[in-house]
């Protein structure tokens, strides 16, 4: 069947653009392409959310296009705004002319003085773009559901200037921490991904795959040790970002394994909080005890 | 004779077992399926439960919960081929009713306890119940009514704070350019009223941990319908239970009677009555949810009598962990009313520097009074 080449394509498309996928993943984005539903990516810090929809775009060979939700983020922020400035000025420039009111206001609120922001762009561009509503969580729920409308009629009204229609339909990635539950409405609307902290194996591939200088031996030991350091009771748990830094810079440094002595001093650049990098210390030896283990079964 | 049923049979009855499990699979999932398996080949097992779970899981709790779910659903569809059906429908009635039965009592003892009867008589909010025989799921009137009222004290009391998002108007502020360009330009351009940002109030969170332990037997008249005036009042509320472990409860709690989130209540949480660690039950609050569900507009509301038989480390780690991510961390002790109280209790000590406020609470009076 040509559908079961589908999902063997999108994994090796990931892989050449670097990215470690693995059976769920490939199957969410061939479905949500199929399905033309957005897909919503929820998961931890740092185990790749945000950059499944860089790759994705670049699989696409299409533009992606990338809307970050903050607190307080509004419908015109992310839409259009007006360029309050240029139209004051516009506005000073008309105080002497005759023009009625009417006139006056069509040129003010033209297309000359709209700004398009993320959604709009996303909504006029000549190829299907991939459009990222990254952290979309830290948006409120008056926002989340003007986005929720958006996804479903694909035409936004602008008040002065009226109703815009796609052109084309972005490819809609969605991603979130949990930092507020999402509607259920939003949920139904999308397909769902959920990435948790990579296995061994998974975190061994991406290591080699983003650190190619590393020895082999060094990248077992890393990830091993990163994942019983998650299993230890952290302020803030890290995530793949974390190891791959450490990688690269004892990489960087021609380490090619782990010593006590070794952790110890370059630590600092997996812990950022400061409680979790004294306990951890203190309880290295410990540590290592399992690292060794858990090499020894894998 | 087995009967085989086709995919899309398969697929139908699927979803309506996740229905029953508390999924929201409706038609258009059902569509989505069938046109999801159209553009695989599910011959293979894996990509078949793939498919499934990727159109039909819409959260993390779902997601954990899939796997067994299917894996259950192919292990009672074996059972019933395997048996002549009117048998396998008896047996499941069975087996149903022996399941439940045991954790409502459970459930019911706790509520009940057994207490000396005077300071039972302190702890019910109405002590004209009869001790016992007090029908916990009729949710009196005028109960209801204080509590709604009480709810209400508290939402005023909490919103009163000013947030970032801005309402446009004429008073003093910081200047707003959006009215301000679209009102003035219909006086000729001259920039006649100017127009000002001020903040919005702010929207309310709550998370609610009570102790369910044994200890807190005397009370659970009082915490349950605390728990369910909360979840059903509007306000964006999450709410936990605890003794040995912890259990999200809000979604049992969202009910139309208190009835019926008592029914889940019990069918869902086993651990009624049981020992108290509640130090390890609040990390796991922390470790699990503490991310997603905390932050510096979120009030936290912990409802125990601190009696713990866990570790006070623990217990002052999650503490701080759970203060340094909300806006208020409020402890809601049933002990604390009594004259003679002192939180020597060791888990309320470690927990001690990281609260906002320590108040007694054993009925809604209590309530009332610290609002
Ligand atoms: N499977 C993977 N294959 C290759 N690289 C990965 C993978 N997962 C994560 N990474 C790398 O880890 C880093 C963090 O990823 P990303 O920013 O996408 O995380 P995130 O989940 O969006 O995090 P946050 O929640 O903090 O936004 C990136 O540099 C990314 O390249
Ligand atoms: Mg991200």
Known sequence: ?298 | MKRKLSIDQHVIQFCRFLRENGFAVGPTEEVDVLNALATIDWSQSQYFKEVLRTVLVKNISQYHLFDELYTKYWRELKRAEDSKLKDSQERDKQSKAKQQAPSIEVIKNWLHGNPQDEIKEVAQYSPGVAKGKADLSAFAEEESREWSSVVRMLKKQLENQPNRRSIHNKKPGKISLRPLVRHNMRKGGELLDLYFKHPKKQKLKLVLLCDVSKSMDLYARFIIQMMYAFQNSGLQIETFVFSTSLYRATRLLKSHSLKKALNALSDHIEEWGSGTRIGDCLWEFVDRYGRSLLDRKTYVFIMSDGWDNGNAEVMEKAMKKIKGNSKKVIWLNPLASSANFAPEVQGLQAALPYIDALLPATNIKDLKYIL
Not at chain 1, 20 to 29: E, F, L
Not at chain 1, 57 to 86: F, S
Not at chain 1, 161 to 171: D, L, M, R, V
Not at chain 1, 256 to 285: A, F, I, P, Y
């Open chain 1, 1 to 298: 069947m040509q559908h079961k080449k589908a999902l063997a394509e999108i994994n090796a498309a990931l892989l050449e653009q670097g990215y470690i996928s693995d059976a769920s993943i490939a199957m969410a984005i061939h479905l949500s392409r199929a399905l033309k539903k957005p897909l919503l990516i929820e998961g931890p810090a740092g185990v790749g959310k945000t950059e499944i929809a860089k790759v994705m775009a670049k699989v696409m060979t299409t533009q992606l296009i990338r809307l970050q939700c903050y607190e307080g983020i509004d419908a015109p922020q992310a839409l259009y705004e007006w360029n309050y400035q240029h139209q004051l000025l516009h506005l000073k420039m008309l105080e002497n002319e005759s023009a009625s009111i009417e006139q006056k206001e069509q040129q003010l609120f033209s297309e000359k003085f709209l700004q398009k922001r993320p959604l709009l762009e996303a909504l006029q561009t000549a190829q299907p773009s991939v459009l990222l509503i990254d952290e979309i969580d830290r948006a409120d729920e008056e926002f989340e559901s003007f986005l929720l409308e958006m996804l479903s009629d694909w035409q936004i009204t602008i008040p002065e200037i009226g109703t815009i229609e796609a052109t084309s339909i972005p490819q809609v990635i969605l991603t979130s921490n949990r930092v507020r539950e999402l509607s259920e409405a939003l949920r139904r609307r999308c397909l769902y991904l959920y990435i948790d902290y990579p296995t061994f194996d998974k975190e061994v591939d991406i290591v080699t795959q983003k650190v190619p200088e590393i020895n082999e031996f060094l990248a077992r030991e890393i990830s091993a040790f990163m994942q019983e350091l998650r299993k230890m009771r952290l302020e803030k748990v890290p995530g793949v970002a974390e190891t791959l830094d450490w990688a690269t810079a004892l990489a960087e440094m021609h380490f090619d394994h782990l010593d006590k002595s070794l952790v110890e001093s370059t630590l600092g650049v997996v812990l950022k909080d400061w409680d979790d990098l004294r306990n951890t210390q203190d309880s290295l030896s410990e540590l290592f005890e399992k690292v060794k283990v858990k090499l020894r079964v894998e």
